[in-house]
């Protein structure tokens, strides 16, 4: 059964800094996705990461895949205030096509 | 639609009554998932269709919870005789896994077990 897992569970981290999220999954995937999420609200998507050494980027946030460590990786880049929210990684079960989501990471940036 | 609608938005039950949540996907997309979130919690997945079957049904929480999808489209998630810590809110998602996208979420139904 696919597991994954986040970490941290939570962050504060000062507006400026530079942090990464992990993402580790249990079985083999073709699939990842990045979402955020702000109080209240639904899930937003952010990357999709469909292969072995795939980076994307957007702004301060950049996202990579490693399938052989089945390791995703968020970077943030010289945080800003307006990037506080809750971070989520999931990965598609290939054998059964379904989403399995981490815990998410609740980043809080201070000024 | 332009996206994944979600209806109601809020609900608010009595404990022991059944209420149905329903979800419409973006047109053509053939999964929709079925997701519930407890206050500050991540996503537990709940129930997977594939058109209209649904080849995954190991996340419903108890026999209280089904879910059908007609049509390949409308999909209906219904919660017998609830209890209190059914309340959560309860995301829907579609995609389409030929274009190799992501899932797209909707709003959200919140509900409430009073």
């Known amino acids: 059964e696919l597991k994954v897992e986040q970490n941290p569970l939570f962050l504060s981290m000062q507006e400026g800094k530079n942090y990464t999220i992990y993402c580790n999954y249990s079985t083999t995937s073709d699939r990842l996705y990045w979402y955020r999420q702000d109080p209240g609200k639904s899930l937003e998507s952010l990357f999709v990461?469909?292969?072995?050494?795939a980076v994307k980027q957007e702004g301060r946030l950049m996202a990579s895949l490693d399938t052989k460590a089945r390791l995703s990786t968020l970077h943030i880049t010289a945080a800003v205030h307006d990037l506080s929210a809750t971070y989520f990684c999931?990965?598609?079960?290939?054998?059964?096509?379904?989403?399995?989501f981490g815990s998410g990471t609740r980043l809080s940036i201070r000024p | 639609g332009a996206g994944v609608s979600q209806s109601p938005s809020n609900k608010v039950t009595e404990k022991g009554k059944d209420v149905e949540l329903r979800c419409d996907p973006i047109s053509g997309h053939t999964a929709l998932y079925w997701y519930r979130q407890s206050l500050g919690q991540g996503l537990e997945f709940l129930i997977y269709f594939q058109g209209n079957s649904a080849p995954d049904k190991s996340g419903l929480p108890s026999d209280r919870f089904s879910a059908e999808r007609t049509g390949g489209s409308v999909s209906t998630l219904t919660i017998q005789r609830t209890q209190q810590e059914d309340s959560a809110v309860y995301l829907c998602a579609s995609s389409s896994y030929i274009s190799n996208t992501e899932a797209f979420f909707g709003q959200g139904t919140r509900l409430t077990v009073v």
């Open positions: 999931a990965v598609v079960d290939s054998s059964a096509s379904k989403i399995i």
């Open positions: 990461l469909l292969s072995n050494g």
